[in-house]
């Protein structure tokens, strides 16, 4: 990812119109093998390669498949064997599937257990990160004459990690923003799943409110840390990366004011990114209030910058709920009992984790209490690290400080850079589609999204039919 004084580095004069985001789709198109269908292959054909050079032990199934940590952790760990189709497919969001009940079953509830449990999940998510990592960097992508010209008005959001663009297109690399990292940079490339982007709550693993005649510790409430951790650390943490994206385009000299058209090449749009999309088509539509898109802005505004100790304790209780239903409300698998586990948790927390139906399911009242009760602290987090991120742009661009009102990075980036005309009329978005099926998923997301301004394409060659050469 390019250098903060590379981007200040530039000065440049030109407004940015347009606002191109770039999707897997888009390097398949130009016939370069970067599906998961790929990827598949290739951690099939490296993976002995690839856990020998991170001096990682491995064993193998009845029909002699390698099971790796990465087997045990994101299959069946009971019967672990070669990874499904099916994880590969649908890669990214597989990654937040793990059975977190059953692998705490698996590991014996002791000190020892718990340490062999984080040893394994730790050396899964360390083979899954230099596998993909590998896998990127291994993928050539020979020059070609442009046969489409982008003008120096256009922005590119990469959600990429190859160099495509520049070496088929042209584009300048101060103008293509990658997201997600790129393959330069290998161990700091993001993916994963955007369901689980809250910290893991410190309380399951410390428990220091607790005092009770035993004096002990729930090892089940510890080992549900070690795999909110997990869930933590396979989130791509849209929220941040928006952030970022925000800071970057201020540095770069892009106004979100001034784009009249947004294209999208080749992205699924799928769920697991779907909060970039409601996030730029928000951002893009006249009347918006830059701060109401902010964590900061709502932590100030809904109340939940101070908690008492009813709500404090009702708030710990339903983020054990939270964590300790993952099996249920994720796979929707019943949850699997631990019976002196929870007669502990009870005499805590009263009837914490057994809320639940004839059917052994947790109420749906409480799942969605419980849920909501995460949200909210997740926003509180989220709302230190944008502050840290504004605090940061006004360094680098040498303002000592704000006015009171800027409670989000855009908002901060209006006034460093002067203020700016507000917007007249919504920004356009162009979609290509490959299929029906994208097509569907396109109307439903921009209809969720708010987006009224959008014209769906057969394809990226209509999409960008007007930028040929």
Not at 131 to 147: D, K, L, M
Not at 370 to 377: F, G, L, N, Q
Not at 391 to 405: A, F, M, W
Request: with cysteine; charged share 25%; net charge negative.
């Amino acid at each position: 990812m390019r250098s903060f004084t590379g981007v200040l580095g530039d000065l440049m004069t030109h407004k940015y119109r347009k606002l191109f985001i770039i999707g897997n789709g888009f390097d398949r198109w130009q016939g370069l093998p970067t599906s998961y269908d790929s990827f598949k292959d290739y951690y099939r054909n490296n993976i002995r390669k690839i856990v020998k050079s991170l001096h990682i032990k491995t064993a193998t199934d009845m029909d002699g498949n390698l099971i790796t940590p990465v087997e045990m952790v994101f299959g069946d760990i009971s019967k672990p064997s070669s990874l499904p189709e099916e994880f590969f497919w649908n890669f990214e969001s597989a990654l937040a599937l793990l059975d977190d009940q059953k692998i705490i079953n698996h590991f014996d509830k002791s000190n020892k257990g718990l340490y062999n449990l984080q040893e394994t999940v730790d050396k899964a998510q360390k083979i899954l990160q230099k596998a993909f990592g590998n896998w990127i960097t291994s993928i050539e992508i020979p020059t070609t004459h442009p046969s489409y010209s982008f003008g120096d008005d256009s922005y590119f959001i990469n959600f990429n990690y190859t160099d495509t663009l520049e070496k088929r297109f042209g584009v300048k690399e101060e103008n293509d923003y990658h997201i997600h990292g790129e393959a330069t940079d290998p161990e700091d490339i993001i993916f994963g799943h955007s369901s689980h982007p809250e910290i893991a709550f410190p309380e399951l693993m410390e428990q220091k409110f607790i005092t009770t005649f035993s004096g002990g510790k729930s090892k089940r409430l510890q080992g549900l840390y070690l795999l909110e951790t997990a869930l933590y650390d396979t989130d791509k943490h849209v929220q941040d990366n928006i952030d970022d994206l925000c800071e970057f385009m201020t540095l770069d000299g892009v106004h979100i004011e001034d784009i009249t058209d947004i294209y999208v090449l080749g992205h699924s749009l799928a769920e697991v990114d779907y909060e970039y999309f409601e996030f730029l088509v928000k951002a893009t539509q006249t009347g918006c209030d830059f701060n109401e898109l902010s964590a900061l802005w709502k932590v100030r505004n809904l109340g939940l910058e101070n908690l008492d100790d009813d709500s404090l304790m009702e708030f710990i209780q339903m983020n054990i709920v939270y964590a300790s239903t993952h099996r249920n409300r994720v796979l929707g698998k019943n949850d699997i009992s631990f019976p002196s586990a929870e007669a502990f948790e009870r005499s805590v927390f009263g009837q914490v984790g057994v809320i639940t139906d004839k059917d052994g399911y947790v109420h749906k009242k409480e799942n969605v209490k419980a849920a909501e009760a995460v949200h909210k602290r997740f926003i509180m987090e989220q709302a230190a690290r944008t502050k840290e991120i504004i605090e940061d742009l006004c360094i680098l661009k040498g303002v000592r400080s704000l006015p009171g009102d800027c409670l989000s990075v855009l908002k901060a980036a209006d006034y460093i850079d002067g203020g700016h005309e507000p917007r007249k009329q919504d920004a356009t978005w162009h979609i290509s589609c490959f299929s029906e099926k994208d097509r569907i998923q396109a109307e439903m997301v921009m209809k969720r999204a708010g987006c009224k301004k959008y014209v769906l394409y057969h394809g990226i060659e209509e999409c960008i039919e007007g930028f040929k050469v």
